[in-house]
């Protein structure tokens, strides 16, 4: 390892440290032949995925060293600490081949991800379904985890012939949090840490934003007699980019269920019918990052409509098998103001995380000016997506973000 006061002291400044490729037959240091690596972490998907870029000049792939199912392990050094990560192989892609070597990217995948390939369920279990989904969790994998909720209720779940990760995916939004009527997900941060926890729990952990973000700022530094003195801190927090979404589909809202649904649930066994149902306004939460309705509140029924035929389970968790009650309150987030911006990368902050934007208005200065900062796209996001990017220009990163009074 190089001595980390080497590193030079501006924002985004990373090594790639080294890359070690481990097989039976040994581990190699592939560091030299790496020019990039990247992670995507998404709350809406069970696990990251990292990319490594490769220039081969060595003949390191054609010569067979490069196997699917191989272990992968990376050292990201920053100014204050070495943070490793381990992949498998996955697949190997967008080969590109030139006169003296070849390019081509190395695709990497969890450790619990890749055993789901090849593994598959096939059993009854009884339990919390939080306890169920450590338990395959610690058996199917050897992962860290960073926020495991325990959820309420027993059940008797069999599962038929499932992969593990499909398996705790589908656990998770059988989940319902002691806390509030919020679903569960299961994803895996950037950090490769596992998390199986309902939205209500972000809000609970990430009271605060990790940082704030500043769009359109001066960011140049202090002109002293000396010179030029950048600003580093606030370089780290600007954004140098902004792409904002489609704003208020309320169509969208209304045919996926984000602002009603209904339930309808059919116990062939007792010979019962009962409708089950949410809107948004309904379950807002005072507790929103954000506390304001983004939604216009209209009278409108039923909203999204599903069907589900069950069966009486001897240790129901209390009313009409809440447990597994979709309508209860959505899995889904609503993703009706979206905005995703580009800045300096930083480990401090990842998916389910708060963050402040503050994005000036765009009209002339005056003194009748009501705001100072745009009243619709300012304010607090939670972080749902990540892409980080590591080569040797430093450590750059886009954050997707869905404003907190939607969660």
């Known amino acids: 390892m190089s001595d980390l006061v080497n590193l030079e002291p501006r924002p985004g400044r990373v090594k790639i440290e080294e890359v070690i490729h481990i097989t039976e037959k040994g581990n190699v240091d592939i560091t030299g032949i790496i020019v990039e690596f990247n992670i995507h972490s998404s709350v809406f998907i069970t696990s990251s995925v990292a990319v490594l870029t490769i ?30 990560y381990r992949y498998k192989v996955s697949k190997i892609e967008s080969i590109v081949n030139f006169q003296s070597g070849k390019s081509y990217n190395v695709k990497l995948i969890s450790d619990l991800e890749y055993t789901s390939i090849y593994r598959r369920i096939s059993q009854s279990f009884v339990g919390q379904t939080s306890e169920i989904a450590m338990k395959i969790f610690e058996e199917y994998g050897d992962e860290k985890y960073n926020i495991w909720e325990p959820s309420i209720g027993h059940e008797t779940v069999c599962i038929p012939m499932w992969s593990p990760i499909k398996t705790i995916d589908w656990l998770a939004k059988r989940s319902r949090s ?22 209500a729990k972000l809000r609970e952990f990430y009271q605060d934003p990790v940082m704030t973000y500043v ?16 600003n580093s801190g606030a370089v780290m927090n600007t954004i140098f980019s902004i792409e904002f979404q489609d704003l208020y589909d309320a169509r969208q809202g209304y045919d996926t269920g984000t602002l009603r649904n209904t339930k309808i649930r059919t116990d ?3 010979k019962t019918i009962d409708y089950l149902q949410n809107s948004y306004w309904d379950t807002y939460s005072a507790k ?22 069950t069966q009486y389970n001897s240790t129901p968790s209390g009313g009409f098998n809440k447990t597994s009650d979709e ?6 987030m609503d993703v009706s103001q ?21 994005i ?31 080569d040797r220009t430093g450590h750059k990163m886009a954050l997707r973000l869905v404003k907190g009074s939607k969660l």
């Not at 081969?56 to 990201?76: C, F, M, P, R, V």
């Not at 895996?188 to 596992?194: A, F, G, L, T, V």
């Open 55 to 84: 220039t081969d000049h060595i003949n390191y792939l054609a010569n067979g060293e490069l196997e699917s199912g191989d272990t992968i392990k990376i050292s990201i050094t920053y100014n204050d600490a070495t943070i490793e």
């Open 178 to 199: 002691n806390d509030s009527p919020s679903r569960f997900m299961f994803f895996q941060d950037s950090m490769q840490r596992y998390n199986f926890m309902s939205l």
């Open 215 to 230: 769009y359109n700022r001066d960011n140049l530094g202090e002109q002293k007699a000396s010179g030029l003195h950048p």
């Open 268 to 270: 062939f066994t007792t």
């Open 288 to 309: 929103s990052a954000n506390n304001k309705y983004l939604w216009k509140y209209e009278e409108t029924e039923p909203g999204k409509i599903s069907l589900e035929n």
């Open 327 to 332: 309508t209860t309150a959505s899995p889904r």
């Open 338 to 358: 979206q905005c995703e911006i580009m800045v300096v990368g930083t480990p401090a902050v990842d998916i389910g995380m708060l963050v402040n934007i503050e």
């Open 360 to 390: 000036p208005t765009m009209e002339p200065e005056s003194s009748v000016k009501e705001h100072d900062l745009d009243q619709v796209w300012s304010g607090l996001y939670y972080v749902v997506a990540k892409r980080d990017v590591m």
